[in-house]
């Protein structure tokens, strides 16, 4: 089965400075992976997704995330922080071929001005 | 609709009475999945839905919880006799396919406190 570690509960940054949340994955084969982020009292957004087309993936507000297999990695950056970015984002594989996807405890970015 | 629409948006019942959250999904998306929030927690999957068909109802946590879809549209998750432990913020997504490749688009949810 497929399980996702964020390796980091709370990451805070200054603001334009580069954020980095990481998460390893486990399975023994490549994954479809997402980031999903939930702003304060809103609902949750999906940043990006990696499928297998593309190791590099870029999404929605300045974000990207590299898969590397050799190191089971899909990390998620973003080279200046905002204010806006604050928010809890989740690591999100997919589970099988329902689509049915499995959310851990996320990880909560603070951002500083 | 342009996204995907929870209603209410928030809701306060009393303790043992039975409450309706509905979901209206993206036109044309045929997955539609119902998730729990609790404060402190992580999101929990309930259900999905393909179609009107619900193959995995695997997380719904007791037998006062049931969800049904009609017209492979309008989903709508029940909970009878309300308990304390229900309060939650109730997530509903769709997804236009069901597969390890599809995103969910998520509701704003339902914000349902048992007093």
């Known amino acids: 089965a497929q399980s996702v570690t964020q390796l980091d509960s709370h990451v805070s940054v200054s603001e334009g400075t580069p954020v980095l949340l990481r998460c390893n994955y486990s399975s023994s084969y490549s994954p479809s992976l997402f980031w999903y982020v939930q702003h304060p009292n809103k609902g949750l957004q999906l940043l990006l997704k990696y499928t297998s087309a593309a190791t590099l993936v870029k999404g929605i507000n300045g974000f990207e995330a590299e898969f590397k297999k050799s190191e089971t990695s899909f990390h998620l950056t973003k080279p200046s922080a905002h204010m806006s970015d604050a928010a809890e984002y989740f690591c999100v594989p997919s589970t099988g071929n329902t689509g049915k996807l499995i959310f851990g405890q996320g990880t909560t970015l603070q951002v500083k001005p | 609709g342009a996204g995907v629409s929870q209603s209410p948006s928030n809701k306060v019942t009393e303790k043992g009475k039975d409450v309706e959250l509905r979901c209206d999904p993206i036109?044309?998306?045929?997955?539609l999945y119902w998730y729990r929030q609790s404060l402190g927690q992580g999101l929990e999957f309930l259900i999905y839905f393909q179609g009107n068909s619900a193959p995995d109802k695997s997380g719904l946590p007791s037998d006062r919880f049931s969800a049904e879809r009609t017209g492979g549209s309008v989903s709508t998750l029940t909970i009878q006799r309300t308990q304390q432990e229900d309060s939650a913020v109730y997530l509903c997504a769709s997804s236009l396919g069901y597969g390890p490749n599809y995103g969910y688009t998520f509701g704003s949810g339902t914000r349902l406190t048992v007093v």
């Open positions: 036109s044309g998306h045929t997955a």
